[in-house]
Antibody, heavy 117, light 107 residues
Framework: QVQLVESGGGLVKPGGSLRLSCAAS????????MSWIRQAPGKGLEWVSY????????NYADSVKGRFTISRDNAKNSLYLQMNSLRAEDTAVYYC??????????WGQGTLVTVSS | DIQMTQSPSSLSASVGDRVTITCRAS??????LNWYQQKPGKAPKLLIY???SLQSGVPSRFSGSGSGTDFTLTISSLQPEDFATYYC?????????FGQGTKLEIK
């Protein structure tokens, strides 16, 4: 069965960096676009970034453009999100997500990122 | 960027009720509209994609309709496990904006 397992979240100071990872299994990872979506505490969902199956195309929300970088390693069935210059407003649960037919058909359990001094 | 607006923001209903949630896009998105269900502390779950296609394994009491700018999610007969928050999302263009959510509560 499809599994997406995020890791790398934690507490970081404003201006700091963090790298999230997502380990995928149960499907041919290299066939799918992947995405990161976040949810601030008690708030709604916000799309953050996505990457094409071959890494040839990436896109970012304006709120993270220039600070976050999405990447993937198809040989390792892994998705990454490098987050730099973190701000308090980046505090959220970050979900790794698989895209199929323009929808997110599978989500990870999420990893919490807290930006606070 | 395309904005998505859901109504109502919250809704109280009883088991067995028929419930409709509305989602409006700020410009036409054809049928690139998805619906998700989220329960507290859990990841969202895809219910409907492409406005009206039922995701595999989702009960048939859930249905979606609409195209262009106006869309609806209907639950034909509420079950206890349906009390949750529902989000629409447009996948016509990036960023794939979500609606603000509709919290469905037990009356």
């Amino acid at each position: 069965q499809v599994q997406l397992v995020e890791s790398g979240g934690g507490l970081v100071k404003p201006g700091g960096s963090l790298r999230l990872s997502c380990a995928a299994s149960g499907f041919t990872f290299s066939d799918y676009y992947m995405s990161w979506i976040r949810q601030a505490p008690g708030k709604g969902l916000e799309w953050v970034s996505y990457i094409s199956s071959s890494s040839s195309y990436t896109n970012y929300a304006d709120s993270v453009k220039g600070r976050f970088t999405i990447s993937r390693d198809n040989a390792k069935n892994s998705l990454y999100l490098q987050m730099n210059s973190l701000r308090a407003e980046d505090t959220a649960v970050y979900y790794c997500a698989r895209i199929f037919d323009y929808a997110v058909d599978y989500w990870g359990q999420g990893t919490l990122v807290t930006v606070s001094s | 960027d395309i904005q998505m607006t859901q109504s109502p923001s919250s809704l109280s209903a009883s088991v067995g009720d028929r419930v409709t949630i509305t989602c409006r896009a700020s410009q036409s998105i054809s049928s690139y509209l998805n619906w998700y269900q989220q329960k507290p502390g859990k990841a969202p779950k895809l219910l409907i994609y492409a406005a009206s296609s039922l995701q595999s394994g989702v009960p048939s009491r859930f249905s979606g309709s609409g195209s262009g700018t106006d869309f609806t999610l209907t639950i034909s007969s509420l079950q206890p496990e349906d009390f949750a928050t529902y989000y629409c999302q447009q996948s016509y263009s990036t960023p794939g904006a979500f609606g603000q959510g509709t919290k469905l509560e037990i009356k």
